[in-house]
């Protein structure tokens, strides 16, 4: 094959693998598909699509080691910051793509080590799925939440590992991503806060998925900021008013008690992605904002 027709996957393979030589994984190799660009169930891609300067930051991908395997991770922070507090973001059910490596520049901007892990990476590249559906049934269908929770673990390590400031830890996420930061923040005590964006809160429970958001509220280690919009479509209000309820019947819980939960109005699911024709920029400013001044409120940044 001439270097005129490579694509840009198989020179970023020919990259991670050393043209073949070094022994990678299966899971290893499909890793990273979607580096520089969006996941192919994410099409169409809307021009709007924000691009955040990579200026003052050192950001790429990076590999986390999670004890069996390495799994990609995004991570971009400022270049001139030592103990930078660290923040996970967790992704959609599309994986890291461009939108969530943006995301992580947004918030490495802002003062953070941002890191977004490809936690689905176990069971399959969610980036190379033409549908969501082929993503639900191939990879989201056997994502084991406790499994999760470990990488999630493992991320923090490596952060710090890196020089940022673990024991300053928060965590957000997006749709599927949301779900898991309420989960994440019940789980791990160093959580300072986390920022759920448009995560389901309510579901059937499986081996794999046992608790949901509206189960753990009384387990909270960790203040949680809830943000959904009223014409959320696939997140109904009459559950993420369970959650409220959950909260408030957890009040002995200090941390429940300063979770708070923001629905936008006129907003759809997906109103921050903003590749996706349900994109408000008016809302996502808002909620942005309303996230960063969350994380300040907890010194975070």
Known sequence: MSDDNKTENQEHLEALTGGGKLPMSRRTLLKGFTVGGFAAAASPILAQAITT???GLEEGRVLVNVGDDDMFAYRAYPKNKKNAPVILVVPEIFGVHAYLE?????FAQAGFYALAPEIFFRYSEAGQYASVAAILENVISKMDDAQVMKDLDKCVEFAGSEGANANQLAVTGFCWGGRITWL?????PAVKAGVAWYGRVVGAKSALTPNHPVDIASQLKAPVLGLYGSEDSSIPLDTVEQMRQALAAAGNNPFAKASSITVFDGAQHGFHADYR???NATVAKEAYNQALLFLRGKNLI
């Open 277 to 279: 024709n349900t994109y």
């Open 184 to 188: 994440y923040a019940a789980h791990q």
């Open 102 to 106: 943006d995301v992580c520049r947004r």
């Open 53 to 55: 300067p990579s200026t």
